[in-house]
């Protein structure tokens, strides 16, 4: 199984701030990789997939990176709104799916 | 405008069975890969099951042989039958779309609003 590890789990940040998520691959998944972002009580958004392509609808302060077995979710000016957990999830191996545990971001 | 609706949520004991469905409306419902991923309280997203557009179905160790999906076209619905239910069980069930785009498949477009599942004594 393709395992997924999200780092930092929980950041700390302020309105404004550039803010990068890291999620690590146990083996290559090529840009099989997408990111959600999932806000209380809500189902998760489909932020960024193939790596780095926006989903329709998604501002394009967010932007993603990485191929093989590293990859980065960037927010480049993060919003009120941007308060949220995110997850990455490998679709290398469809449709036998894995999601990184999560990366809370909160308000400094 | 597409929707996903799930019920059939509720409590259930401990080696108890429920069935979950997904009312799917807004898009060919046959054309589109369907999967279900579950969380538990405070907790990340766990992928459950997925079913093909021709009924091929897959599924993860931890509910192998004791989860079975399925699909009615028809009726433009999924469903999760669930047996042998543990406490570990407990968590919000979504149903998810996965559309197909040029060759592969970018990951989950839509989602429902989840199904609380709750298995205790």
């Known amino acids: 199984d393709i395992q997924l590890t999200q780092s930092p789990s929980f950041l700390s940040a302020s309105v404004g701030d550039r803010v990068t998520i890291t999620c690590r691959a146990s083996?290559?998944?090529?840009?099989?990789l997408a990111w959600y972002q999932q806000k209380p009580g809500k189902a998760p958004k489909l932020l960024i997939y193939?790596?780095?392509t926006l989903q329709s609808g998604v501002p394009s302060r967010f932007s993603g990176s990485g191929s093989g077995t590293e990859f980065t979710l960037t927010i480049s000016s993060l919003q009120p709104e941007d308060f949220a957990t995110y997850y990455c999830q490998q679709l290398n191996s469809y449709p036998l799916l894995t999601f990184g545990g999560g990366t809370k971001v909160e308000i400094k | 405008e597409v929707q996903l609706v799930e019920s059939g949520g509720g409590l259930v004991q401990p080696g108890g069975s429920l069935r979950l469905s997904c009312a799917a409306s807004?898009?060919?419902?046959?054309?589109?890969?369907m999967h279900w991923v579950r969380q538990a309280t405070g907790k990340g997203l766990e992928w459950v099951s997925a079913i093909g557009t021709a009924g091929d179905t897959y599924y993860p160790g931890s509910v192998k042989g004791r989860f079975t999906i399925s699909r009615e076209n028809a009726k433009n619905s999924l469903y999760l039958q669930m047996n042998s239910l543990r406490a570990g069980d407990t968590a919000v069930y979504y149903c998810a779309r996965a559309p197909l785009v040029g060759a592969t498949f970018p990951g989950f477009d839509y989602w429902g609003q989840g199904t609380l599942v709750t298995v205790s004594s």
């Open positions: 807004g898009f060919t419902f046959s054309s589109y890969d």
């Open positions: 083996q290559g998944i090529s840009s099989y």
């Open positions: 193939a790596a780095s």
